[in-house]
């Protein structure tokens, strides 16, 4: 990175606006083959930095210089897609952790997912917005990146068309800059992501949490592999505490992808992900969507 810029970028939902729709729309299945309901929490404001469009957060940085954008999902229940808007962003790390890089103007980010993309900024005095369109909707929030002194317009919290759902398509595209070594797992699970909306419960292999749940076994020193395959018509993103893991498997594909700590698992896909048991202790394992994760779908690892 040339200079010392640096943009930091947190988007989320308005606290305490949010509201559950709690039952499927009229004549929506609650299976996995259901159309994907992809935002059961409506919510009334966008925010990026606590700022939503109205008055949104302008930072100034040098024309012709260069840019580490690290932007954090740090919403309760939203998944977004970054526009870069005419930007050609680098993708060089998730969830802190780097990547071969990955060149584009739009990214998608699920909760708790992170995202460091280095940008070059043009030579021209520019306002450059960077927003993050909501998941299947076209509300969107973001921040401006000033470059010199050019004027600031005003820039609308609706996008023109709404955004598509969230896929696996970069998920897939992404390879570790530091893999883990090659290794047969030890040990495997099978976490079947459970639950529907009617009722609104949530559950790991159709259990929903409660202090009696015994937790996933596994010893020190193992190579642990977790299967998550998404049983509902809803996208969890799916995050592993005390612990890194490596993306090793979509569908029956296997590769080397990317090393994060939160994985988006899709409504009716299947995702592996393999980590070291280097790190004892009682840890959690849970969809980071808010709502799912205190109606159930968490549950623990414990190892000494």
């Known amino acids: 990175m040339n200079g010392p810029t640096a943009a930091p970028m947190a988007a989320g939902a308005s606290p305490a606006m949010g509201s559950v729709n709690r039952a499927p729309p009229a004549g929506m299945a609650t299976g996995a083959a259901a159309k994907p309901d992809l935002n059961d929490v409506t919510y009334d404001a966008f925010l990026a930095n606590d700022r939503t469009l109205d008055d949104p957060d302008v930072v100034k940085v040098e024309p012709g210089g260069r840019v580490l954008l690290r932007v954090i999902n740090s919403s309760s229940m939203s998944a977004f897609h970054v526009d870069l808007g005419q930007l050609d962003g680098e993708l060089i790390a998730v969830d802190g952790f780097r990547v071969a890089p990955v060149t584009a103007r739009r990214f998608p980010i699920a909760v708790a997912q992170r995202l460091d993309i280095r940008l070059a900024i043009p030579g021209a005095p520019a306002a450059h917005p960077v927003l ?23 820039i609308s919290d609706t996008a023109s068309v ?134 159930g779908m968490f549950t623990t690892l414990r190892y000494v």
């Open 132 to 154: 993050a369109v909501l998941e299947g909707e076209s509300m969107q929030t973001g921040i401006v990146l000033q470059a010199g002194r050019a004027a600031v317009a005003r």
């Open 162 to 295: 709404a955004s598509p759902a969230l896929t696996l398509d970069l998920e897939s595209r992404l390879r570790a800059a530091a893999p883990l070594k090659p290794r047969k797992a030890d040990r495997v699970h099978t976490l079947n992501l459970t639950g529907e909306m009617s009722g609104y419960v949530w559950s790991i292999n159709n259990v929903v949490w409660n202090q009696e749940v015994v937790p996933l076994a596994l010893a020190k020193g193992e190579r642990v592999e977790l299967i998550f395959v998404n049983r509902t018509p809803m996208p969890h993103p799916m995050h592993l505490h005390g612990h890194e893991f490596q993306v090793v498997e979509i569908d029956g594909k296997r590769f080397a992808g990317a090393v994060r700590d939160t994985v988006l698992v899709p409504p009716g896909r299947r995702v592996v992900v393999a980590f070291d048991a280097n790190n004892p202790g009682l840890w959690a394992l849970h969809c980071h969507l808010l709502y799912h994760l205190e109606a």
